[in-house]
C-alpha cells in the first residue's frame, strides 16, 4: 500500500511482520535533528530549529500564505486560450440547459465510471451570449501582456521559492489550526504518520489495517445498494 505525503515526496510503505507500518528511520535515516518546527504567520514565526535555518526571504515568502501566488514570468497564450474556451462552454451549457431539470433522481449504475461529456452547444443560439464571449476574448488576448510581467515579489523572494522547492529534506503544509503555515522536517513529518498508522483504540485494536487491494469497488456496489433499497415507512 502507499502513502503519499505533500510536498515532501512519496514513502512506500509495507507491513512489518509485526503488523507495523514501516519504521521512519528507514525512510527518511538518521542524519535529521528531531526538532524540527518553523511555524510562520506573517512577520511572526516561532519554534524548534529545522535541519537547517530558514533565510529572510524564504520566511518572507512563506509568511505569504500557501495560497499566495507570485506573478509568472510570461503568459502561456496557448493555455489562456484553452481556459477562456473552457469558460465560454460553461457559459454555454448553463444557457443551453438554462433552467431545466436534469437531475436523474435514479442513481446510474454506470454513473461512477462515465466519461466526463466534452460536447459543446453550437454558437448561434443566443447571440448576446455569442457577442459577449467574443468581446470577453478579443479584449483578453488583445490587452494581455506576455512578456514582462510586473512581478508581485522580488528577485530573491523568486530564488528563494526555489530553494524551498528543491529541499527534499522539509515538508511545508498548512497548520490544523490558524493561517499559521508550518515547516518541518520529512523525517518527524514521516514519524508522526506512522505513529498515527500504528495506533490502536482503548482495546488495543489497530486503527489501520493494512490492504492488499483498493477496496474502493467494493464500497461503492455496496452504496448503491443502499440507495435503491425502499425507504422504510413511518
Not at 23 to 49: F, H, I, W
Not at 151 to 157: A, G, V
Not at 179 to 203: F, G, H, I, P
Request: with cysteine; aromatic share 8%; charged share 30%.
Amino acid at each position: 500500500m502507499e502513502f503519499s505525503e505533500h510536498d515532501g515526496g512519496i514513502m512506500d510503505s509495507g507491513e512489518h511482520d509485526d503488523g507495523n507500518f514501516e519504521d521512519v528511520s528507514t525512510v527518511a535515516g538518521d542524519n535529521v535533528p528531531s526538532e524540527s518546527l518553523y511555524a510562520v504567520n506573517g512577520d511572526s514565526y516561532a519554534s524548534r530549529a529545522a535541519h537547517r535555518t530558514l533565510s529572510e526571504q524564504e520566511l518572507r515568502i512563506l509568511s505569504k500564505g500557501l495560497k499566495f501566488f507570485p506573478t509568472p514570468t510570461n503568459v502561456n497564450k496557448t493555455e489562456l486560450i484553452t481556459d477562456i474556451k473552457q469558460w465560454g462552454r460553461r457559459m454555454r451549457l448553463r444557457e443551453y440547459f438554462g433552467n431545466d431539470d436534469n437531475s436523474n433522481t435514479e442513481l446510474d449504475d454506470d454513473i461512477t465510471y462515465k466519461k466526463p461529456s466534452s460536447w459543446t452547444p453550437s454558437p448561434g443560439r443566443d447571440l448576446a451570449l455569442d457577442c459577449y464571449l467574443n468581446g470577453v476574448e478579443r479584449a483578453i488576448l488583445q490587452h494581455t501582456p506576455y512578456n514582462m510581467l510586473r512581478s508581485n515579489i522580488t528577485r530573491l523572494e523568486r530564488e528563494a521559492i526555489k530553494s524551498l522547492i528543491r529541499d527534499s529534506g522539509i515538508v511545508i503544509f498548512q497548520a490544523d489550526k490558524g493561517e499559521a503555515v508550518v515547516v518541518q522536517n520529512k523525517r518527524d513529518y514521516l514519524a508522526e504518520a506512522y505513529k498515527q498508522l500504528n495506533s490502536t483504540d482503548e482495546n488495543g485494536n489497530k486503527v489501520y489495517k493494512h490492504v492488499a487491494t483498493d477496496p474502493t469497488s467494493d464500497f461503492v456496489i455496496r452504496v448503491k445498494e443502499l440507495y435503491k433499497r425502499p425507504t422504510p415507512s413511518m
